[in-house]
C-alpha cells in the first residue's frame, strides 16, 4: 500500500541522511513530492543541483532532461575538485520519465536546420537558445555556437542576453515559449518563421521569411499545454465575473494574450499565495500542480482551466514504488537507473547552463 510504501522511502531516507538529495518538480504527485528535500520549477531545481554540496546522490523526481541537467552541474569539474573527484550519482526512479516536447527536436535535426540556416543567414550572427526541456546534446549544441540555455522564468532575459551578442536568435523546442516570450519584446509574428524539421527545405519556409527574422521558432509543442484553448478562458470569464486567468507560457499565444498572469510553475505557486483571500482564478498548467494549489488555498477558488483532463503523463511515471526501489538499492550501494551525460556533451553543455545560470 501507499503507506507501506512511504514507510519504507522515510526509513531510507533516515538511514541515508545528507548523503542523499531528493529534488522534486512541482507536477509531481503529491504523495511522491511530500518525500522531497527541495522542490522547485526547473531553473530552481538546477540551482539546486549546482550548490548541493553534502549529498552524494541525487534521486530526482522530475523528468529526464532536469536529471541530465542535474547531472552536468552537480558533477561539474569545479564541484569534482571540492570532492576529490568523487561523483554524485544523480537517479531517475523510472527510466520512462521523459518529455514529449524535450523529444520533437533530435541533434541531428537541430544541426541540419542551422546548416541549411547558414545558406541564407549569417549564423554566426545567430544565437541558438534552447529551453531547458531538452536533451543534453541540444545545450550542448548552444554551449559550442554562444548559446544559452533559458527556463520558463528568465526567457526574457535570456532573449534579451541574446539580442546583445547577435541581431536573431534560433529558439527550441518550444515554439509557445519562444512566441509568447519575443513578443512581450516587441517582436512580431511576421518576425518569427516556424521551422519543421520534417519539410522538405528551410523548415518550410521560405528564404526571404528566414531572412526576415528577428526569431526562428522550432516547431514543438507541450502536449499537455496545448490542451488549453482561448474558449476556455472565454467561458470561465462568462461564469465567474471577475475571475483572474493563470497561466504556463508553454501555452499557445492565442490563450496566453488573454491570461493576466503568465509564469512558471514558481510563479504559478507565488502568484497565488500573494492574492487575497477569496480572488478567484482559472489556473492553465499540469493538473497536479492545480490541485495541490487548490488544496493548500481553501480561502481562494481555484479552478482548472481546461474542461479535460491535462496531465504530464511521465512526471506521473515517478510514483513511490519506483522511488521506494531506487532507495533502498541506494542502502546497498547499488545506484539503479543512473543519469550520466558523456564527459564531451557535459563539458559543451556546462558552457550553457552556466549563462543560463547567470541571467536571471
Ligand atoms: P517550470 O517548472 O520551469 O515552469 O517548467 C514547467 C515544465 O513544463 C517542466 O517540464
Ligand atoms: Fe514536458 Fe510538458 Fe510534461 Fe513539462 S509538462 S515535462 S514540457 S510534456
Known sequence: SNEELSQRIEKAKAKLGKKLLILGHHYQQDEVIEHADLRGDSYQLSQLAANSDECRAIVFCGVHFMAETADILANRPEKLATRNGERVSVILPDMAAGCSMADMAAIRQVEDAWDQLGEVIDTSRMIPVTYINSAASLKAFCGKHGGIVCTSSNAAAVLKWAYERGDRVFFFPDQHLGRNTALTMGITNAQMPVWDPYAEEFGGNTEQALVDSKVVLWKGHCSVHQMFRPEHVAQFREKYPGIKILVHPECPQEVNDIADVSGSTSKILKTVEEAPPGTKWAIGTELHLVNRVKKEHPEQEIHFLSPV?????T?????????????????VDEVVNPIHVDPDTAKYSLIALERMLEVR
Open 309 to 313: 483532463v491535462c496531465m504530464c503523463a
Open 315 to 331: 512526471m506521473y511515471r515517478i510514483d513511490l514504488a519506483h522511488l521506494a526501489w531506487t532507495l533502498e538499492n541506494l542502502l
